[in-house]
Every structure is written in structure tokens, then in C-alpha cells.
């Protein structure tokens, strides 16, 4: 989704001269732990844990990174279903962080939030129509036209047909049901969406599907989007900018061509090193760099860098000082005492399929 | 490690089948598996043919509801009696499952035969060690002391990478991480040295780090037994990178198969071609728009008629009415590679070089 701002696809994405719609300010959220009769507080989880980013307007901004990393948390701090534990979400020049629901809720125009899960998402006794209807309700706003015109219209920009009206959620697919969603956080014209997995819960026909609505959409409305999403080949199909998260931390973060062709965090390497790629001639002679093991629990991540415990270029440095997210090209800021520099990217674009791949940095899981 | 931890069990390794029938290892004939509901049959596989060869992999893909687990419960046997009404062959060795003796399919699936799921923690129960669990599943088919099956769960556990597992054996499953539940598994899946291994959506549920080591470990495991896998899935780059051969199934039935490569190079089947144009090519430079295929898929028990995928496919109206009224069979479009479509075999690869591959 090209950014009014960044051009085409081809031209270099010259630095907007426009105002951020959002920023993001050593924002984070630790959820308390408790144990016991009494309920005493034994720890917290860093589910966030000290990011700051920029959303510009008319972008798509994406935050990927493996389960539990803290996307979702991320994505309810930037609408304010969370108050965070620390630092600040300022939209449109507003410090939201702290806002108590009254005076958010004519923020709630601006601000929607797209969910995971097209099933649980909708309520199963409402109507179509009630459900897309409600924020008119809920916001006390008459559309011209009346709210059931209103509706039938949105219904037709997602993509339903305005006799949809009156049925129910469980006479439609997936696919349906989340353009319903969609047609609901549309209804009051937001100028910012975060789309937490939008398409995971869809088969690939219908992903495919949704994904060009949300692109046309953001066309034809001028919306701004955070997506998160842990399909790397979707963020890079529809992202201008994007955000790598590892353990409650932004690790690396850049234009789309910075993170995708020249990644300089070894955890953005490792990632885009293990998807796999639909072609049989092309995948298998890749080089792959294996990172052991899983994910560390929040509740105790590791000390100084997170990904020390997986890295395999770490040093001690790595175990004792945490590295700061600096800008090391122009827009393109990364967390790491040893950033890979200028490397072959880790996909080929476009090339003919590659010979004998390089070693890659670390091999099989041990077994030991 | 030691080389030779699998191989511990009687009677293993890449022996070649005794039989002389030529048959492959494992063959599927025209399998059909319906569910009597109270709103009609479901006709979740609807006359299915393939088949795999040992030391081979064989991808299966497909939308969900196309039938693929439905397929692979099959083979195991793992169909409630009653509730599904199930025709065809399914030969394993010299052995056809539909008609045998359940005891005997209940002996084969363990000894012979073994599953991989998508959710570890459903296959596992939750109040026995791993370990405990491991142990049951190789004592029932081999009689052994505990003490001998407690050894050979910790090499298991060993060789599927998790660490420390003489102390890990232990732990319960939900101590484990879920990549480390999904390889628990699979130690308890290989823990006979099953000849067809069976793997069901086996890392839909974990992230792409520890899914490139879970693969990576079937594929190695695999070579090492060689084992004849049949592994599930709806990613398209999974199968890319695992599978010999591809069959993509559409509403219960082979759209098309073949070789991997034929199969994504030379796609022969609009549906196949739909597939392609959905995902998002992270490898080539970024394209404008994504194919989408219209509609969704059909529901089971209303299996439209003709070429099921006829209301989805932009080509339908080509071929007359046949798309509509007539079922395509599965012919032969290349060596080895198989399409069911109307369309004519030219026109097929003249649309696919000139309107489809320009655009993926
Ligand atoms: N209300 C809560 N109380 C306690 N812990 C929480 C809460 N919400 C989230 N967490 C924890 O915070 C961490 C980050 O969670 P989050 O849902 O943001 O992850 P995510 O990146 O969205 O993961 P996924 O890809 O699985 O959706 C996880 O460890 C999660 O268990
Ligand atoms: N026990 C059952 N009774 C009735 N219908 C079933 C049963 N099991 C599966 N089905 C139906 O069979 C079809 C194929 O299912 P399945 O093989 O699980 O699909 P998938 O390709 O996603 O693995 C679906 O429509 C499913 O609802
Ligand atoms: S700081 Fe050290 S451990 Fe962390 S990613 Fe960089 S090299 Fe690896
Ligand atoms: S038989 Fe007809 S409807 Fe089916 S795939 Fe071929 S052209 Fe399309
Ligand atoms: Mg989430
Ligand atoms: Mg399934």
C-alpha cells in the first residue's frame, strides 16, 4: 500500500515532510503477575517493553515478530484498550496514553481497531446491520441518509451485497465475516486502523482477497494503517514501513526495502532466512540461518540484548549492555552491538535460482 | 548423538518391502469417506487417488474443508465406526486398511504407520510426563522393561532436539514450549520406526523460526529412516520446499498432481493456478495486486455439480455446459503429472504462459 507521500513503487521513499499521525514514545506495559491466596504480585510480563516509532499519515506501518512478542499488546496501547505502564501514544498531537474512556471516546472515530478472528469478533445475535451500524449508535452520530443507507453502502465497499442487512453472522464464510468487521470500523470514517492479523484466520483464496480490499480501501479513504501480522510475505506485499519485534522490544525498523533486502538485525535475518518460498527450484538451495530454540518467556527475558540467547554472533557485550536502537542509514534503525553490513540479502530477488548457497552462519538445532 | 538411536527398535530400517506387487508403498484407490449429518452427507473425500513411495514426500494442499485431514484420518484409521461411511482401497505394503480387521489396522498404526498433528497438546495427555507418554507408545508394540523404554524415550527426545532430555523426559506437556511439544511428538510418532509418517498441518501453529527447525527435522529424520511422508498443509512454501510430490485437493477430489516443480511451474488446473496468484512472492519484486480467487470454497454437502470449482473458475463458460454438468477426471498432462479440467490441454497452457505466469 504506497504511501500518497512515498510515490510509486520504484522511487525512493523520499522523507515525508508531513507531521506524524502517531508517536510512539518508550512505550510500555508490563502485566503483573500474581500468585497465591493473597494475590501478591511475583512478577510482571514485559509484554512491552520500551518501543518508540512514528506512524506517518496515508502509510501502512507493520509490526511483525514470533507469538507473544507483544504485537497485539503493541496494537491495544496505539488504541488505547490499554493503558500503558509507561511512556506516551500522542495521536493527531493528543497525548492519548492516559485518557480516560469519556474523553476517548470521540477518539474512537479516528482510532479502530480490525481483529484476528472473524468469528469471535461479531456478535452472533446481531444482525449484519446492527453490528455495522452500532458505532453510528454508539457515537451518537446520523449519517445523511440514515443509518440503514448508511450501512448498505458500507456494505458495498467491503465488497457485500446490501441485501446482507439482515442475516446473521453465522450464515457467512470467514472471508465475509471479516469484511463485515471491516465495513464496521469504516462506518465512522477513522484516519487511523490497526489490523491485528487481519487475514490469518483466512484461507489463502480469501487472504488474497482481503488484502486487496484493505489496499483499495486505504486508496480510495486515504486511511493510515498499523498492521500486525506474522505473515512476513504479506507485510511485505503491503507495508510501506516495518517494525521487528522480539521480546516486548522494536529490534529493527525501516522503509520495507531497508528490512526486506538489507536486514541489519541477525533476528530479522533468521526470520526472513526461515520462511519458507513457494518454489520448489528456488527454496531448497538456500541458505537457511537456524535459530536454536524458542522464544524466551517475557515474564524473564534475557538481560542486555534479548536475542543473545539465539544469536550466533553474540559476544559478551551482548550479555551486559543493552544495544540501543540506532539510526544507522537514513530511516533505518536497528538494536544490535554486531549489525550485519551490506551482506547479500537473504532472498535473491527475481534472480535465477542460485548455485551452491553459502554456509549458513549457524546450522542445525544441537541436539545436546 | 548416537547414529544409530532409532534404528534401536526390532525390526527397521530401509529394507525394501517383500512384496512383488509393484504397488507403491502406500496406495490410495478412489477413496471415499461420507458423513451421514442431520442437514445431508458430507462428502468430505469424494473419490481420491494418489500415492507414495518410500523415501519420498508427498505434499498435500488444499483450502480448509477440502478434506485433507479427513484424508490422512483415514489412512490411520481413526474414523469413528458408524459415523463415516468409507470406500476404496488403501493399500500399506501388503496390506489394504478399508476392509481389514480394525485390531489389525490398530497394530499397524504405531508399528507401521504414524501421525503428526497440528495441536501437540490435544494428541498429548495432560496429566502424564512426556516421557510416560513415549514409553506407552512404544511398549505397546514392543515388550520391553520400562527401564528399557525409559532409555529409548530419553535417545528419542534426545534426537528430536530437545535439550537435556534425560531431565526433560519428566516434565509434563504443557512445561513444554510448543515447538518443543510438536518435536515430543514426533518422538513419539517415530518412536516404532513407522515406514509412513503422517504429518497433519505439523507447524501451522508454531512461528517460522522454530517451523524451519521442525521441518528440518523431517526431512532429515526422513532421510535417515526412509520413511514415506505424506505431510498436510495450506502453505504453499511448505510444500515447495518439502515435498517431491504435490497434490492439491479441491472439495474432496484431486484438482491436480504431480511432481513438486511441475506442479508450481507448470501449473495445469485454473484452481491451482488461484492458489498461485494468492500468496505473495517475498522472492520476486513486489507486484501491484494480488490474484485473488473469487467466492469461497463449497460446502461439503452441497458439492456443486460438474467441475465443483466451476462457480469459482474464470474459465467455466469456455467449455459449454460441460464445466457445469459433466465431473473433469484426472488426465495425464505431463509425465507423472495430472490436472482434471475441460478446458483444452493447449488452451490450458497458452492461457497459463501468456495471462497467468506474467502476473504471479
Ligand atoms: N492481560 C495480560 N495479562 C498478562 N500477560 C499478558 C496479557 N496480555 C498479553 N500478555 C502477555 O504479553 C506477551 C505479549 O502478548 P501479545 O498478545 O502482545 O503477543 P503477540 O505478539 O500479539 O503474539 P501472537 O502473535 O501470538 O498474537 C505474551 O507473553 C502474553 O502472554
Ligand atoms: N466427523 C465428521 N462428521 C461430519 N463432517 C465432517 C466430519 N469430519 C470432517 N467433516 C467435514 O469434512 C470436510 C473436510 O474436513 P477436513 O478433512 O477436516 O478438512 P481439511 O482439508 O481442512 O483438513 C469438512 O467439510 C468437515 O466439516
Ligand atoms: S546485540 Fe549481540 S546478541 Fe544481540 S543481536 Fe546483536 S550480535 Fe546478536
Ligand atoms: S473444468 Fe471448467 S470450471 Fe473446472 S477448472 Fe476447468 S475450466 Fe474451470
Ligand atoms: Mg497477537
Ligand atoms: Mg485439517
Redesign the interface.
Known amino acids: 500500500m504506497n504511501a500518497p507521500a512515498a510515490g510509486g513503487s520504484s522511487s525512493p521513499a523520499a522523507p515525508p515532510a508531513t507531521e506524524p499521525l502517531l508517536v510512539a514514545t518508550g512505550l510500555q506495559k508490563h502485566f503483573p503477575v500474581r500468585r497465591g491466596l493473597l494475590q501478591r504480585k511475583v512478577g510482571a510480563v514485559q509484554a512491552v517493553d520500551g518501543v518508540d516509532f512514528e506512524v506517518l499519515p496515508g502509510e501502512t506501518l507493520s509490526i511483525v515478530g514470533e507469538s507473544g512478542c507483544g504485537k497485539t499488546t503493541t496494537g491495544r496501547l496505539l488504541t488505547r484498550l490499554l493503558e500503558p505502564t509507561a511512556g506516551s501514544v500522542v495521536f493527531d498531537g493528543r497525548d492519548i496514553s492516559h485518557l480516560p474512556p469519556r474523553a476517548m471516546r470521540p477518539l474512537r472515530r479516528d482510532v479502530q481497531m480490525i481483529f484476528q478472528d472473524p468469528y469471535s469478533s461479531l456478535n452472533p445475535r446481531h444482525t449484519v446491520g446492527t453490528i455495522v451500524g452500532a458505532p453510528f449508535r454508539i457515537q451518537g452520530v446520523e449519517p445523511p441518509g440514515g443509518i440503514r443507507s448508511a450501512v448498505q453502502d458500507l456494505l458495498s465497499l467491503v465488497g457485500l451485497s446490501p441485501e446482507h442487512y439482515n442475516r446473521y453472522p453465522h450464515e457467512f464464510s470467514g472471508g465475509q465475516r471479516q469484511r463485515i468487521g471491516i465495513a464496521r470500523t469504516l462506518a465512522l470514517r477513522p484516519k487511523l486502523i490497526v489490523a491485528d492479523e487481519p487475514v490469518s484466520a483466512l484461507d489463502v483464496s480469501i487472504q488474497a482477497q482481503v488484502v486487496n480490499l484493505l489496499e483499495d480501501l486505504q486508496d480510495e479513504l486515504g486511511l493510515t494503517y498499523v498492521l500486525i501480522a506474522h505473515d512476513l510475505s504479506v507485510v511485505r506485499h503491503v507495508s510501506d514501513r516495518v517494525a521487528v519485534m522480539y521480546l516486548g522490544k522494536i529490534v529493527e525498523i525501516g522503509d520495507r526495502a531497508d528490512v526486506y533486502e538489507r536486514p541489519m538485525h541477525p533476528y530479522t535475518v533468521a526470520l526472513l532466512s526461515a520462511v519458507p518460498i513457494p518454489d520448489p527450484r528456488r527454496g531448497r538451495s538456500r541458505a537457511r540461518i537456524l535459530v536454536t530454540g524458542d522464544v524466551p518467556s517475557p515474564l524473564d527475558p534475557p538481560p542486555a540484548c534479548r536475542f543473545h540467547t539465539r544469536c550466533w554472533k553474540a559476544q559478551e557485550v551482548c550479555r551486559t549492555v543493552e544495544p540501543p536502537l540506532e539510526e544507522k542509514t537514513p530511516g533505518h534503525r536497528v538494536a544490535c552491538h554486531f549489525p550485519e553490513t551490506g551482506g547479500a540479502p537473504v532472498v535473491e530477488l527475481a534472480a535465477p535460482a542460485p548455485g551452491e548457497a553459502a554456509e549458513p552462519a549457524s546450522s542445525r538445532p544441537p541436539a545436546e | ?1 548416537a547414529e544409530d538411536v532409532l534404528a534401536g527398535a526390532p525390526e527397521s530400517g530401509p529394507a525394501p518391502r517383500p512384496s512383488g506387487s509393484g504397488r507403491p508403498f502406500l496406495d490410495v484407490r478412489d477413496l471415499r469417506v461420507h458423513f451421514p449429518t442431520d442437514d445431508g452427507v458430507v462428502k468430505a473425500v469424494d473419490g481420491l487417488s494418489f500415492s507414495v513411495e518410500r523415501g519420498k514426500r508427498l505434499g498435500i494442499v488444499g ?2 474443508g477440502s478434506g485433507k485431514s479427513v484424508t490422512s484420518l483415514s489412512i490411520m484409521g481413526l474414523h469413528k465406526r458408524g459415523s463415516a461411511r468409507i470406500s476404496g482401497e488403501i493399500w500399506l505394503g501388503d496390506d489394504e486398511l478399508v476392509a481389514a480387521d480394525p485390531e489389525r489396522v490398530r497394530r499397524l498404526r504405531g508399528e507401521t504407520m504414524a501421525m503428526i498433528f497440528q495441536d501437540p497438546l490435544s494428541a498429548m495427555h495432560p496429566y502424564y510426563t512426556v516421557g510416560d507418554q513415549i514409553m506407552e507408545a512404544y511398549r505397546l508394540h514392543n515388550d520391553v522393561s520400562r527401564r528399557a523404554a525409559r532409555k529409548r524415550a530419553v535417545e528419542l527426545l ?2 528430536v ?1 530437545i ?1 537435556r532430555a534425560d531431565a526433560r523426559v519428566d516434565d509434563y506437556p504443557h512445561h513444554f ?4 511439544r510438536q518435536r515430543a511428538m514426533i518422538a513419539m510418532a517415530l518412536s516404532c520406526n513407522p515406514q509412513l509418517l503422517i504429518a497433519d498441518e505439523p507447524t501451522t501453529a508454531l ?7 521442525i ?3 523431517i526431512v ?1 529424520l526422513q532421510a535417515e529412516f526412509h520413511t514415506a511422508v505424506v505431510i498436510i498443509t ?5 510444500v ?2 518439502l ?1 517431491d510430490d504435490i497434490l492439491v485437493m479441491y472439495a474432496g477430489r484431486a484438482a491436480e498432481s504431480g511432481p ?2 511441475d506442479v ?2 507448470e501449473p495445469r488446473h485454473p484452481y491451482t493456478w ?21 467466492g ?2 463449497p460446502s461439503l454437502i452441497n458439492v456443486p455439480p460438474g467441475c465443483a470449482f466451476h462457480p469459482r473458475c474464470p474459465y467455466a463458460d469456455r467449455n459449454g455446459d460441460r464445466s457445469r454438468t459433466e465431473r473433469p477426471e484426472l488426465v495425464e498432462v505431463g509425465p507423472r503429472h495430472l490436472a482434471a479440467c475441460h478446458m483444452g490441454l493447449e488452451e490450458r497452457a497458452t492461457l497459463f504462459h501468456d495471462e497467468i505466469r506474467p502476473k504471479l
Not at chain 2, 177 to 180: A, E, F, P, V, Y
Not at chain 2, 207 to 213: G, H
Not at chain 2, 234 to 238: A, Q
Open positions: 548423538m483450502e480448509s534426545d534426537r532436539g535439550p514450549s510448543g515447538g518443543m512461528d517460522v523460526t522454530v517451523q524451519a527447525q521441518l528440518d527435522l532429515d495450506h502453505d504453499l512454501g511448505v515447495a520446499e515435498a513438486a516443480v508450481f511451474t488461484g492458489l498461485l496468484g494468492s500468496v505473495p512472492r517475498w522472492d520476486r519484486e513486489r507486484s501491484e495486486r494480488l490474484l485473488p480467487i473469487s469461497s470454497p
